[in-house]
């Protein structure tokens, strides 16, 4: 069942923002710096939940270093892939 429009709901449509006083790009984050999900399948998950605890680390930190290794291979493997797609080399993480 459909709800009906109160007078409330339309009077909240109907006022005007003032955006004067707004500054463009306040809140802008360069696709480069963003952290996005990432969504592992239910094996991939369980897997490195129980790899993560077992070395004691977080899954953020094996998944990274895998796909590190992974992007190394691809590099080695592939060494025009670079100018190709014109993105950067794999950059080389520092062991903490």
């Known amino acids: 069942m459909k709800k009906k429009n109160t007078s409330k709901d339309v009077d909240s449509l109907d ?3 003032d955006f004067a006083e707004g500054v463009q790009g306040k809140h802008y984050v360069p696709l ?11 094996d991939v998950r369980i897997f490195f939940l129980s790899a993560a605890k077992r070395k004691k680390k977080s899954v953020d930190e094996l998944v990274n270093s895998v796909l590190r290794r992974e992007m190394e291979n691809f590099s080695e493997l592939m060494p025009d892939a670079e100018s ?3 993105s950067k ?8």
């Open 32 to 42: 480069e710096e963003m952290n996005f999900p990432l969504y592992l399948e239910r």
């Open 15 to 17: 006022v005007e923002h």
């Open 89 to 96: 080399p794999v950059p080389k993480r520092k062991k903490a």
């Open 84 to 86: 190709d797609s014109g």
